[in-house]
């Protein structure tokens, strides 16, 4: 049975796309601050909020060359200096990591993470490894304990595949990529992966790190709802092209974009209804994978629970009747072809 068409897809792009601008505060435009930076590089923005404070350099030459891998030293630097004082990175002389040596510069910042279990150290690693590349879960990892996040517990009751690469909730990664998700920080790629093991450059770090301190200041809403509606739209096309996998993947992010929102502005109706919205799109997804395995009769009760999230979507925020209605009219239609099937029983 199949359970949508190409045409449903239409009309569906614009209908949250934009709502929080005006309420969102708008960053000024900075000078360029380094030559190899300029404004149409996605790392501007980032790298020229770091920079004024204080968080991040460049090198005499005043560039700041954005394509440089970053070691694992160097990345624990970014994200440790600004959270200890000087005073205290002094008093710290020795480590028991034994590829560090007394007097390699990265010893303190190595240190002070270990004794705040931001990294694991000895007995379960003895090596730190600060010349390897660090990757993006070592990053995400690093720095959400850093500034005493609890990725654990943050959205911890999600435990559901978000990619081809980030499929499996028991990985380490696994809550520090969904943490990422649910802020912003990261989104999925046109290759449809998360890639947890992609080598980071001094452009991507900044970026990270950006995006993070963004999404503490509640200033990531928009992006937030704009990332449900993107994978909202990639749900659709999958199921349409009968790819129920990559649906599903679609659908976790979708619900984890609208749930950090709501993280940060709960009080705010389009919030609100945007969760309702992602979790009828989760009860769409599971309606289809259920009609393609003969179960007709659940997928008339999933998609009437899809049906009545949209209505309480449209309760919450008039401003999303439009993409109310659309999951209604899926809804429905994945009803009446249940319906049908089972009358053909």
């Known amino acids: 049975m199949k359970m949508t068409s190409r045409s449903l897809v239409i009309g569906i792009s614009t209908s949250i796309l934009g709502f929080l601008i005006s309420s969102v505060p708008a960053i000024a435009q900075n000078p360029q601050s380094f030559s190899d930076v300029s404004p149409d590089n996605p790392a501007y923005e980032a790298v020229e909020f770091l920079k004024n404070q204080g968080v991040i350099s460049g090198y005499e030459d005043g560039t700041f060359k954005p394509d440089k891998t970053?070691?694992?030293?160097?990345a624990l630097k970014i994200i440790v200096a600004p959270l200890v004082s000087a005073d205290q990175l002094a008093l710290v002389k020795q480590t028991p990591f034994e590829d560090i040596a007394e007097g390699d510069w990265y010893l303190p910042y190595v240190e002070a993470a270990r004794q705040n279990s931001i990294i694991d150290g000895p007995p379960s690693k003895t090596k730190f490894y600060g010349g390897n590349t660090v990757i993006t879960a070592e990053f995400l990892k690093i720095l959400e304990l850093a500034n005493q996040q609890d990725p654990q517990k943050f959205l911890g009751e999600i435990r559901i595949p978000l990619?081809?690469?980030?499929?499996?909730?028991?990985?380490?990664?696994?809550?520090?990529?969904?943490?990422?998700?649910?802020?912003?920080?990261?989104?999925?790629g046109q290759d449809g992966l998360l890639n947890p093991g992609k080598e980071l450059t001094r452009g991507d770090t900044a970026l990270l790190l950006y995006r993070f301190l963004m999404y503490q200041q509640e200033r990531r809403?928009?992006?937030?709802l704009s990332e449900t509606e993107n994978e909202m739209i990639i749900v659709l096309a999958m199921l349409d092209e009968g790819n129920i996998d990559q649906a599903e993947y679609a659908a976790g992010r979708a619900l984890l974009a609208a749930r950090g929102a709501?993280?940060?502005?709960?009080?705010?109706?389009?919030?609100?209804?945007?969760?309702?919205?992602?979790?009828?799109?989760?009860?769409?997804?599971?309606?289809?994978r259920t009609g393609m395995a003969g179960q007709f009769d659940n997928v008339v009760t999933l998609t009437g629970n899809a049906w009545n999230l949209a209505a309480r979507a449209r309760e919450l925020s008039a401003e999303l009747a439009p993409i109310s209605e659309q999951v209604?009219?899926?809804?429905?239609?994945?009803?009446?072809?249940?319906?049908?099937?089972?009358?053909?029983?």
């Open 163 to 188: 990619s081809s690469d980030v499929s499996n909730p028991d990985e380490w990664y696994y809550p520090y990529m969904r943490y990422a998700l649910a802020s912003s920080m990261i989104m999925i």
């Open 262 to 288: 709501h993280f940060k502005r709960s009080d705010e109706p389009i919030v609100q209804g945007a969760v309702k919205i992602a979790e009828s799109f989760q009860e769409i997804v599971k309606a289809y």
């Open 70 to 74: 970053v070691n694992r030293a160097e």
């Open 221 to 224: 809403t928009q992006a937030l």
């Open 328 to 345: 209604q009219i899926i809804s429905k239609n994945m009803a009446d072809s249940a319906r049908a099937a089972m009358n053909q029983q």
